[in-house]
């Protein structure tokens, strides 16, 4: 059993073990774009990804970094004031820039009073060797978590949703990253078009085999004005849609597949109504979280049950 009696390894009792008082993290959005859009990588961008976020000066942040994350800050301090906090630069390839612009704005956000580590999310194709550099002695000062978007360990759906890197790409850089001592998280979408559920259950064993300290679940969801929305328009029956239950058995399964050792972050995410097409689950993240906390004990289960080796 881990920490507080869960059923699986959640990523709040490694932040818990690691830091001694609460921390929370807060979003940024640093105005980086994505090699996937414009053309260095590919074009177009992955299939499920809003278009609309790419419109000239949409989504383009009007806040400094400092100020981002003194909002944040704000916000959460008043119910908490011992509480310290984790930059988490999130919106779009968060290492796609020049090396001294992303170190200036990494260096912003941790000299920010009450910031304690920095999360970066980003592609496994962009992860630049300087960088590397630069994060490794980076994560020797604060905590560092680097979260790559994998998405599936099957390249013919990392194709069909034009994510122009393959799973063998990401499988590297997850290794090349811990071999420097770094943290690393991998970021999974579950049930994209075409995946059996045992393909989307076999992601659990081939991310077991990855020197990773965290996953992030969430359920495929299609958002308007993607060209994802577009297929699904076009084609329905190419996409099996989980309902909130069957999602809550399908994370059980993924977890008793997934190594023991591996932090589970997040099972699913709700993207805004206003932008959401399917599925409607009408449910709060923490809802659902609580359903697979109770479907674990309800099957007698619990991560890593599956998981035939060791590392
Ligand atoms: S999902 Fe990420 S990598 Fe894909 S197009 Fe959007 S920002 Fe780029």
């Given amino acids: 059993m881990f920490l507080q009696d ?14 001694p008082y609460k921390v929370q993290k807060i979003s940024i959005n640093a105005g980086f774009t994505c090699p996937n859009r414009d053309g260095s990588k590919g074009l177009g961008g992955c299939t499920y990804c809003n278009n609309q976020s790419f419109s000239p000066g949409y989504g383009k942040p009007t806040k400094t970094i400092t100020e ?10 008043r119910k908490y004031p011992e509480m310290k906090y984790l930059a988490y630069f999130q919106s779009y390839t968060n290492t796609y820039d020049s090396i001294a612009s992303l170190t200036d704005k990494y260096e912003e956000a941790l000299t920010h009073p009450g910031v304690v580590g920095l999360i970066v999310g980003t592609r496994p194709d962009c992860m630049p060797e300087e960088l ?23 390249n013919r759906t990392l194709e069909r949703v034009n994510r122009q890197h393959s799973f063998e790409e990401s499988a590297a ?23 059996s559920e045992e393909e989307i259950l076999s992601h659990a064993d081939r991310l077991s085999e990855l020197p990773l300290t ?13 060209a994802m929305a577009r297929e699904y328009k076009l084609l329905p029956e190419s996409f099996r849609l989980f309902e909130a239950d069957e999602y809550v058995d399908l994370c059980v399964s993924f977890a008793e597949r997934l190594h023991p050792d ?8 709700q993207s805004p109504k206003r932008l959401l097409i399917a599925p409607d689950w009408g449910m709060k993240n923490y809802e659902m979280t609580a359903r697979i906390i109770k479907r674990f004990v309800e099957r007698k ?8 080796y060791s590392r």
């Fill in 6 to 19: 869960k059923p699986y390894r959640d990523f709040s009792d490694y932040l818990s073990a690691r830091f």
């Fill in 68 to 77: 981002q994350m003194a909002d944040g800050i704000q916000f959460f301090s």
């Fill in 132 to 154: 590397l550099d630069y994060f490794e002695a980076l994560s020797k000062k604060t905590f560092l978590l680097i979260e790559y978007g994998v998405e599936s360990t099957l």
């Fill in 173 to 195: 850089m997850i290794r090349k990253t811990a071999e420097r001592g770094i943290t690393v998280g991998a970021h999974m979408i579950l049930g994209l078009p075409g995946e």
């Fill in 214 to 226: 965290t996953v992030k679940l969430h359920q495929l969801q299609i958002i308007r004005y993607t």
């Fill in 262 to 269: 591996i932090h589970i972050e997040r099972f699913t995410s």
């Fill in 301 to 308: 289960s619990w991560q890593g049950k599956e998981y035939p």
